[in-house]
C-alpha cells in the first residue's frame, strides 16, 4: 500500500495545485455540532437519501418542499404514528416520488430513530460518538436496523449530515486499487473491515479527517 503522501501529491497534479484540491474537501461537524442535530435533520436527510438513490438527484430536490409536507416535516413522532391507509394515499400523491418501498420505508425509521431515543441513548447521540475508525460497523448497523439504508445509501447518510466517514464511490474503489489497498471489490464483512484498516493506516499517516482521505483518494484517478 502506497503512503498516502503520493496518493496526494498525484491529486495535487491531476487538479491542477494545491488549492484545487483544498476547495473541493469537506469539512465533517465535530462531535459537539453533531450532538446539536435533531432527529427531524437525520430524519429528513436520511429519507432524502433513500429517494435519491437510482434517480436524478435533482428530481428529489426540485420536490423535496412538497415530501416535507407530506411527511409533517419529518417530525419522528408523526411520522411513526403514520396509518397504513395514510401511506397509501401517498401514492396517489402526484408532488412526491410514489415508491412504495421507499415510502414505508420512512415510517420504519422514524419508528427506528424513536427506539433509539427510548433504548440505546439516543440517536443523534450514537451517530456523533460512533468511532470514525469503525465507520464500516456503523454502515452496518443502519443496513440491518433501517430500511432502504443498505449498499452506499447509508454511508452516503452520514455524508450528508456531516458525520466523518469515507465512501467507496467508483472513484474511491479505483484509487484503492492503484494505490494497492485492495486486489478485489470489497463486497463482504471482512474486505469492508480490510479497507477500514486502509483508512485508518492513511489517517494516522495524514492526520486528515475520513471525508478528506476518501475524497483525495477520488482525486488521485482519472
Known sequence: MKSFELIYESAVDRCGGVE??????PIPRTIKELKKLTDAFCLSNMTCRIFQAGLNRKIIDDKWPA???????FDIDAVRMMSNEQLEALMDEKRIVRHWGKIQSVRH????????NEEQGGFVKTIAEWPSDNIVALWDVLKKQF????GASGPYFLRRVKKDS???TGDVTKALFRWG??????KNKKQLQYVQNCM???????????CQISMILALSVD
Open 147 to 150: 430500511k432502504q439504508l443498505g
Open 181 to 186: 489497498a485492495i486486489d478485489e471489490t470489497p
Open 20 to 25: 484545487s484540491v483544498k476547495d473541493v474537501l
Open 166 to 168: 469515507f465512501l467507496l
Open 67 to 73: 415530501f416535507e409536507q407530506v411527511f409533517q416535516q
Open 109 to 116: 425509521n422514524a419508528q427506528t430513530i424513536y427506539e433509539f
Open 200 to 210: 485508518n493506516e492513511w489517517q494516522a499517516e495524514s492526520d486528515r479527517p475520513y
